[in-house]
């Protein structure tokens, strides 16, 4: 008998790094937001088919550390600013401080396009001025996310948010694809009482807490003169790392703290290009190998494109390089593990049965044609993230939703966000000018 379905992909290869399992010419039913079947001829109706020969279908790519509202400082900044330490205090917070709320929105738009057609179906923004406006757009454009206010009681005077107006956003926005989430946007601008603040209502909420965590030199030493403890080792001691934890760049670990973050379930979020280019080569391995979760970010993509390929790449390359090469071990983190990384890691900060391609699972999927000079042959398929990048995604459904079909994004007008975002330049570079670096 014909079952119903709302989506059908015929004859795809499928890739489930968490399962380990590559299959080849297989159809995948999809019913009410979930992948209702995976077989090798599935009867099924449905509204809508997609053919899969030539391509694989990889679990929705989840770019677990973001800055929504900076995506307008490309190509703004230059070598010497980069380096006006700490440039998150210096240039990122007072850029963002100025967004009007109609430069907000268009920001928002144009990093969820950009996120569409890279092939991301999840993102955890780490905190910026609208968060309201970012989860109107995202919900609008059919993406999952969590969303926060940039949380600090101690930085500057007037970007000032508490942990009492994420409790706002987290009951307003408690259901559905698109979250409100508790943050510390850095320990050097937060007051003990908002920390301790912030994590008493997560527990309560049962609500994520995003944060930038020993993410610089000066960190650590703010701590140690604090608290007498290393930034992870003070959360520790106050039992707040959880698997609730959303921990960004940890690029200044001890074993110690390997440890603590990788037995307490936190996710740990390794943001390849910018530990590159500001920060060093992150304990990653250490941290697989001790069990911790740890997913990627884009950071925000104002210095690179938002595009999680290109990141797995750098991680692959970057990491390897580092920790194998001097001593001719190249296994350092298999492309696999690195898309394992991208997908299922990522997920589990947005909850369960997601980041797999898996009868049961929600259908997060995106689709790589691989018909293409740069993908033609491709013995392994599961070697793709060395190989692919964004832009090789042609489809994407997000909820059993499809967002984006043959590259074309369906529920964003992407002529009209490029022409706004045109249009705003001018403005918002008068304002990086304005900027006291
Ligand atoms: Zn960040």
């Known amino acids: 008998m014909k079952e119903e379905a709302d989506i059908l992909i015929r004859k795809i290869t499928v890739l489930d790094p968490a399962g380990s399992k590559v299959l080849h010419d297989v159809d995948i039913a999809i019913k009410d937001g979930k992948i209702a079947q995976i077989g090798d001829r599935v009867k099924a109706d449905a509204a809508e088919e997609i053919e899969g020969e030539g391509k694989i279908a990889i679990p929705g790519l989840v770019d677990a550390h973001t800055h929504v509202f900076q995506i307008f400082l ?27 709320r109609d430069e907000a929105r268009i920001s928002a738009e144009l990093a969820c396009l950009n996120m569409i057609m890279k092939g991301v179906t999840a993102f955890a923004d780490a905190g910026g001025p609208y968060p309201e406006i970012l989860a109107q757009v995202a919900t609008e454009a059919g993406l999952r996310g969590l969303v926060t206010h940039s949380t600090m009681d101690a930085g500057p005077e007037n970007y000032r948010r508490t942990a009492h107006m994420n409790r706002e956003l987290v009951r307003k926005y408690r259901k559905g694809r698109v979250r409100g989430c508790y943050s510390i946007r850095q320990i050097m601008t937060s007051t003990d009482s908002q920390i301790d603040e912030t994590f008493k209502y997560a527990r309560e909420d049962d609500a994520p807490v995003h944060m930038h965590l ?11 003169s604090r608290w007498g403890l290393r930034p992870v080792e003070y959360l520790h001691y106050k039992g707040y790392l959880n698997s609730k934890v959303i921990a ?18 936190a996710t740990v979020v390794h943001c390849p290009a910018i530990a590159m280019l500001y920060m060093n080569f992150p304990r990653i391995p250490e941290l697989i190998s001790a069990g911790a979760n740890v997913a990627i970010g884009s950071d925000g993509g104002s210095y690179r494109p938002i595009d999680l390929f290109l990141e797995m790449n750098i991680m692959v390359s970057g990491l390897t390089g580092y920790y194998g090469t001097p001593y001719h071990d190249f296994n350092i983190i298999a492309p696999q593990t690195a898309l394992r990384i991208a997908t299922y ?39 793709i993230p060395l190989y692919a990048t964004g832009e090789d995604i042609t489809d994407l459904i ?12 369906l529920t964003l007008d992407q002529e009209k966000i490029l022409q706004e975002s045109r249009e705003a330049q001018l403005q918002i570079l008068e304002k990086i000018k304005r900027i006291p670096k």
């Open 248 to 265: 960004a760049h940890c690029a200044f670990l001890t074993s110690r703290e390997i440890q603590q973050l990788s037995q307490s379930g």
């Open 214 to 224: 020993n993410e610089e030199v000066s960190e650590i030493q703010h701590s140690l």
């Open 398 to 409: 997000i909820d059993g939703k499809t967002v984006m079909r043959n590259r074309q994004v």
């Open 345 to 383: 890691n990522g997920s589990k900060v947005f909850g369960d049965r997601l980041g797999r391609i898996e009868e049961g699972y929600t259908a997060d999927i995106a689709i790589i044609d691989t018909r293409k000079p740069h993908l033609t042959p491709l013995h392994d398929p599961s070697l």
């Open 74 to 100: 490309r190509g703004a900044l230059s070598l010497k600013e980069l380096q006006a330490h700490p440039i998150w205090l210096r240039v990122l917070i007072p850029f963002e401080a100025e967004l009007t």
